[in-house]
């Protein structure tokens, strides 16, 4: 199938307008890969330290002739998804073992819950946990003792940061090891209807914390499509994971020979080998907008949107918000998984999965074709899946049709023509509002504005009953130079409960919402921020803002309310506790959320 026009034009653009950056980092990465494998240019004595602990395995190390994994793991047990993590690094030394090669555990990077931190002060070192990870696996990998390397990861910032540091080692192989969604609890649909009626007073706590606990019920990622699910499909689409790896439930024979498959691919593709295969070369301009492609057709986490330009970004790639918004258009809603729909990724999964929407996709001319992907060149082995066939992994053609249409539908026959994100500008700034799970009706609100600068005095205002008529919803200073740009995820049951009762509802913001943003309309990481005296900042009660989602506008329609001073509020209170402390230099330093809002790239 002939690659749509939009598609191939919008690619051509972004190489167009990273041809300078994008060209001095392929030089740098060429260079280092020039240097041949490193452990050869390592002294007696810094090899000396890096195999002490190996046991019979120095001799192999020393001499240098076959390939070493780095393994950098986010490994915790308090994550459900990073904790059967806990045996990967067993596994990938076996294999290596097994095929004369060697592994070594070169590092650990933190990896946070945004389920815990949700409404809490944690959240505020949520996004620049991202950039901690990629510093803290630049960190591990620079003993520069490896020949290609595997990352454990599996959630919100833990991926964009480790593709960030394997861009950044781009010279070395890279791949992704997922860890697999857990098993199927209490439909979300009715987790999410017990949030509801917790914040309407109609149930306690503890009927709360029943539903809570029946909904994240064991180890794997949170079943419903957020950010960390939407990572998994990023990873698969742009050719980081093996075909069919993602969504595989941990803990299960399948799991653990991907697992194994992973780290004996990740050997045949060194520099030592002739299928050299180097991370850099994977993170092209075509990955990419195939990466933001899957995202549209999957109806995917709005935090990508921050973290796709970060990550390019570290490869010598610059994406803008015109790249999603083009491809928006161009793009089917091929999938509804809560919250765009009542399916999790289980039920996603076995419907025909990322295989049967990336064939569909393909055929549609809506993928590039030819990219380089750990498992091979070419993307159309992505429509394969994993089998384990009389104990032995194989990969066998997927479905090839959808086994349940109500989840995962043909791209000439979709939930909708177009993706599930907009680009939105206007006099209030640029930024994005997820329409997939919103109602047509409810896609242009205009309404007077209510300002708030926290979402708690948001939900103090529901509590007392003020809000009674049409209303946009304005939290400013939220953004990443502000307080770093936490989610307000905890608003969703509140104004979803203003919207039930037939209020016509918004959200607009210079923060960011949950992955798993629902279904009021929300213009989220308006660019510039408040905190840098943008338009936001100069709002009152009572200006007439309108969202307009259908033609991508977000403007304040009140005469002169942009032409008043900006507000300047007091956000010391933001500063310190939970650590908010060492990271001042992040929020001064912080770029602006339509380049990924990274104080370091």
């Not at 690094?89 to 931190?117: F, K, N, S």
């Not at 860890?179 to 709360?208: C, H, W, Y």
């Not at 007091?570 to 310190?576: E, F």
Request: with cysteine; glycine share 10%.
């Amino acid at each position: 199938m002939a690659l749509n026009p939009v598609l191939a034009a919008v690619t051509e653009a972004i190489a167009a307008r990273s041809r300078p950056t994008r060209a001095a980092y392929l030089d740098r990465i060429a260079r280092a890969a020039e240097q041949g494998p490193a452990r050869a240019h390592l002294t007696c004595g810094n090899q000396a330290h890096a195999y002490a602990a190996m046991g019979a395995a120095k001799d192999r190390l020393a001499e240098g002739r076959a390939p070493n994994l780095g393994i950098v793991t986010a490994y915790n047990d308090m994550l459900s998804a990073h904790q059967p993590l806990e045996s990967f690094p067993d596994l990938i030394r076996a294999a290596a073992a097994e095929a004369g090669a060697t592994a070594q555990v070169a590092g650990g990077v933190p990896a946070m819950c945004d389920g815990v931190t949700q409404g809490q002060p944690g959240m505020e070192l949520s996004l620049f946990s991202r950039d901690v990870i990629a510093l803290s696996a630049a960190v591990a990998l620079s003993h520069d003792c490896f020949d290609a390397a595997v990352f454990l990861g599996v959630c919100d910032k833990i991926v964009p940061g480790l593709v960030i540091a394997a861009a950044s080692f781009g010279h070395i192989p890279a791949v992704f090891l997922p860890a697999g969604p857990m098993t199927s609890g209490l439909p979300n649909d009715e987790k999410a209807k017990v949030r509801q009626r917790f914040a309407t007073g109609e149930i306690g706590r503890e009927e709360l914390m029943a539903a809570e606990m029946a909904s994240y019920h064991g180890p794997g990622t949170c079943t419903f499509y957020g950010t960390a699910n939407s990572n998994q499909m990023l990873m698969e689409v742009m050719g980081l994971h093996l075909p069919g790896a993602s969504f595989v439930n941990p803990n299960t024979p399948l799991r653990d020979a991907l697992t194994v498959a992973g780290a004996k691919r990740a050997l045949e593709i060194t520099a030592l080998g002739n299928a050299y295969t180097p991370a850099g070369h994977v993170l092209d301009e075509r990955a990419f907008a195939n990466g933001i492609v899957g995202l549209m057709a999957t109806g995917g986490s709005t935090n990508l949107v921050l973290h796709l330009p970060a990550m390019a970004r570290a490869a010598g790639i610059v994406l803008d918000l015109d790249d999603f918004a083009r491809l928006s258009e161009v793009t089917p809603l091929m999938a509804r998984v809560y919250p765009n729909g009542l399916a999790d990724v289980n039920h996603f999964h076995a419907a025909g999965g990322l295989g049967y929407l990336i064939g569909e996709l393909l055929e549609a001319g809506l993928l590039h074709p030819d990219t380089l992907t750990v498992a091979g060149p070419g993307l159309d082995r992505y429509t394969q899946e994993p089998r384990l066939i009389d104990g032995a992994l194989h990969w066998v053609a997927g479905a090839g049709i959808s086994l349940n249409n109500a989840i995962l539908r043909p791209a000439a026959d979709p939930f909708q023509p177009s993706g599930g994100l907009k680009a939105l500008s206007g006099n209030l700034g640029r930024g994005i509002v997820k329409t997939s799970a919103v109602a047509p009706e409810r896609h242009i609100v205009e309404a007077p504005a209510r300002i708030f600068e926290s979402q708690e005095d948001v939900k103090a205002a529901f509590k007392r009953g003020e809000f009674t008529q049409d209303t946009v919803v304005v939290v400013r200073f939220q953004g990443p130079r502000a307080n770093g740009m936490p989610e307000l995820h905890s608003l969703t049951p509140t104004l979803a409960v203003l919207q039930d009762r037939g209020l016509k509802v918004a959200l607009v913001t210079d923060g960011r919402m949950s992955g798993a943003s629902g279904k009021v309309p929300a213009a989220i990481h308006l660019t510039p921020e408040a905190a840098g005296g943008g338009p936001l900042a100069r709002l009152r009660d009572g200006d007439v803002i309108r969202l307009d989602a259908v033609a991508g506008t977000l403007d304040v329609t009140t005469q002169g309310a942009l032409d008043r001073p900006p507000a300047t509020p007091d956000l010391s209170a933001n500063a310190t506790g939970m650590g908010r402390e060492l990271f001042a230099a992040f929020r001064a330093h912080a770029g602006p959320a339509t380049e990924g809002a990274s104080p370091i790239l």
